[in-house]
């Protein structure tokens, strides 16, 4: 294979993604009192007599699904469990040890991921849930999540104290090695610059002793969604890169504030309540934990918080990228 670093550049693309979720064997550390139910499991309790469906209680039922989407001030009915203990995955996003922070399982304080909290008992987004299998096999045969970063003003991938990071969106497939089990460095991926401007970013980093960290910036646009689905995203606020780096891969965390609006918009236009029920992932009362966790942000009307800490595990694999214009796409001013 030919060297990778090239001219100061070199590229990666995704080929692995899951929110960053700590678990146990078991689960009972984090999840003392068990999982969250499901939307079946609370349609059940909440309309007993299924069998007798009244025009009241579709219209119900219809409501209970807007919760998903809408912020209702009414309590969630149901109880839910949040994630427990004080270890996570993810990054420390404010530069403070918070009393609401966590130690990561390598024993680095002050790690801000409040959106483990909310999720970490759901069973769609822990190993193996459908969240996790699907974010990660949506991504192989969909294009459309095709995210891509390239470091250029690279001398060295160990230690280097000034690299630009730009995110691009490519077109190209995903190339597989011979056992099929693995991803081949090197294959070719191509800029996406005619739909893809609004996922440029741009961000300053260095590389110490291999470990490459980005310094934040405000707004980061990360396609994801189902094939079939118009489009989906996740807009996050502060975010940062924290990768370990090798020629043929880089592999760490994308950290930073969820907007709340954009995750639960993502969820509910790609996962009907009917495959929400396979993960026990009932969306309305995510929705209110989301709220209640958010940790950022707040509006500038209401007070409330907008922004929820959370991490993401990624892998990128190392491509050669292909930019049409013969020239780096310039990252958009705005959001």
């Known amino acids: 294979m030919a060297q990778a670093l090239q001219g100061g550049r070199i590229g990666y693309v995704m080929t692995e993604r899951r929110w960053a979720v700590y678990e146990t064997e078991t689960g009972k550390t ?26 009241t209680e579709m219209e119900t039922r219809l409501k209970r699904e807007g ?9 969630d009915p149901f109880p839910f469990h949040e ?41 769609a987004y822990r190993m193996n849930g459908v969240v ?4 990660t096999d949506d991504m192989y045969g969909n294009a459309y999540n095709r995210w891509i970063i390239e470091l250029s003003g690279v001398d060295d991938l160990v230690n280097d104290n000034d690299v630009i990071v730009t995110t691009y969106r490519g077109i190209d497939d995903l190339q597989r ?22 996922f440029v970013s741009q961000l300053k980093g260095r590389i110490v002793d291999g470990v ?3 310094e934040p910036i405000d707004w980061l646009k990360w396609p994801n969604t189902q094939p079939g689905v ?10 940062r890169l924290q990768l370990d780096l090798t ?16 995750f639960s918009h993502q969820l509910n236009t790609n996962w009907a309540t009917h495959h929400q029920s396979y993960g026990q992932l009932a969306a309305a009362s995510l929705h209110k934990a989301l709220r209640r966790l958010a940790d950022a942000y707040p509006d500038p009307k209401t007070g409330r918080n907008t922004a929820i800490s959370s991490a993401v595990e990624l892998t990128f694999t190392q491509a050669h990228l292909v930019h049409p214009q013969k020239k780096p796409v310039v990252a958009a001013s705005s959001r």
């Open 30 to 55: 984090e999840c003392p009192q068990g999982f969250n139910l499901g939307p079946r499991e609370q349609f059940e309790l909440a309309f007993p007599n299924s069998n007798r469906k009244t025009y």
């Open 132 to 135: 996790s299998f699907f974010d």
């Open 177 to 198: 090695d011979g056992t099929g089990t693995a991803f081949t460095p090197g294959a070719t991926q191509t800029i996406d610059v005619r739909w893809g401007q609004s």
């Open 230 to 239: 118009a489009s989906g995203y996740y807009m996050i606020r502060d975010a």
């Open 67 to 75: 919760d998903a989407f809408h912020d209702a001030s009414v309590k």
């Open 247 to 262: 020629e043929q891969v880089a592999k760490g965390f994308l950290g930073g504030y969820t907007d709340i609006e954009s």
């Open 83 to 123: 994630a427990q203990g004080t270890i996570s995955y993810g990054l420390n996003l404010d530069g403070k040890i918070g009393p609401n922070d966590f130690q990561s399982p390598e024993g680095v304080k002050g790690v801000d991921n409040q959106l483990y909290r909310a999720i970490g008992c759901i069973g």
């Open 212 to 214: 490459l960290t980005t």
